[in-house]
T-cell receptor, first 113, second 114 residues
Framework: GDSVTQMEGPVTLSEEAFLTINCTYT??????LFWYVQYPGEGLQLLLK?????DKGSNKGFEATYRKETTSFHLEKGSVQVSDSAVYFC????????????FGTGTKLQVIP | KAGVTQTPRYLIKTRGQQVTLSCSPI?????VSWYQQTPGQGLQFLFE???????NKGNFPGRFSGRQFSNSRSEMNVSTLELGDSALYLC?????????????FGSGTQLSVL
């Protein structure tokens, strides 16, 4: 079945550092890929998405490119801020009428001043 | 527009009891999905409802059940609670199709089983 693998956290970075959170997936067909973010005490929010190969999703300085050849969707940001501290979830939807989004285990990011 | 509302926010139960959690989706949204979130497992899909019909179900035992009402509000029930059921239960709504649309999440119900 569909699955998502994320790098384990926590990831601790200094403010203005470069961020990469790795995500790879296994799916049949042509899934859509997502990054969701969860701030402390809140539900998840969609950060960005990509629906086909080579698409780049971007939002709030974060980017991720849908790489079908490597089945990856790594999240990057050039300069992180303390306010980016949160848990980041990679996810996919397999389409095909299954009406289900599969999430990775999440990566906690802590940015220190 | 009001967001997704989950009640109650916290629950403490003992083993063997049953519990019912409620989720009110964003107005106009007809799809509601439920997830169990635990530190080691991340988000595990429980089930998805659309127009009062369950369209998809995850790999959870039959003790976990749900339903959706005509106003799209949804409930999930866990019977014969076990310690391992302690988790944050999240619901998410979308207009029609969670696999192609943005999911809007509630803040969750934190269930503790003692």
């Amino acid at each position: 079945g569909d699955s998502v693998t994320q790098m384990e956290g926590p990831v601790t970075l200094s403010e203005e550092a470069f961020l990469t959170i790795n995500c790879t997936y296994t799916a049949t067909g042509y899934p859509s890929l997502f990054w969701y973010v969860q701030y402390p005490g809140e539900g998840l929010q969609l950060l960005l998405k990509a629906t086909k190969a080579d698409d780049k999703g971007s939002n709030k300085g974060f980017e991720a490119t849908y790489r079908k050849e490597t089945t990856s969707f790594h999240l990057e940001k050039g300069s992180v801020q303390v306010s980016d501290s949160a848990v980041y979830f990679c996810a996919l939807s397999g389409g095909g009428g299954y009406q289900k989004v599969t999430f990775g285990t999440g990566t906690k990011l802590q940015v220190i001043p | 527009k009001a967001g997704v509302t989950q009640t109650p926010r916290y629950l403490i139960k003992t083993r063997g009891q049953q519990v019912t959690l409620s989720c009110s989706p964003i107005s106009g949204h007809r799809s509601v999905s439920w997830y169990q979130q635990t530190p080691g497992q991340g988000l595990q899909f429980l089930f998805e409802y659309f127009s009062e019909t369950q369209r998809n179900k995850g790999n959870f035992p039959g003790r976990f059940s749900g339903r959706q009402f005509s106003n799209s509000r949804s409930e999930m029930n866990v019977s014969t609670l076990e310690l391992g059921d302690s988790a944050l239960y999240l619901c998410a709504s979308s207009a029609e199709s969670p696999s192609t649309e943005k999911l809007f999440f509630g803040s969750g119900t934190q269930l503790s089983v003692l």
